[in-house]
């Protein structure tokens, strides 16, 4: 289930819990996914690792830019 409005009922993960776009992030390699977050109100992750450039995701202001996917999990924990 998804709304696409910021505070809106986006979905619910295994545990049974409403999760509203601000509990959410929208992780992606590619240039389309960081736009898709904006569009939809979610924070925007962007990973180098595949077809997207840094230049390209920080036209889009992702809460973060990561170098692999491995990365996500170490920057989190800080």
């Known amino acids: ?3 696409g409005l910021t505070g809106q009922t986006c979905g619910t ?6 999760l509203s ?13 960081p736009i898709g977050a ?4 979610v924070a925007g992750i962007g990973v180098l690792s595949g077809d997207g450039s840094r230049t390209e995701f920080e036209a889009e ?3 973060l830019i990561a170098k692999n996917p491995t990365d996500i999990s170490a920057i989190l924990k800080k």
Do not use: L, Q
């Open 21 to 33: 776009a601000a509990d959410m992030a929208k992780i992606g390699d590619r240039t389309h996914d």
């Open 13 to 18: 993960y295994s545990g049974g819990k409403v």
């Open 61 to 63: 202001n992702p809460v």
């Open 38 to 41: 904006n569009e939809n109100g």
């Open 1 to 3: 289930m998804a709304t």
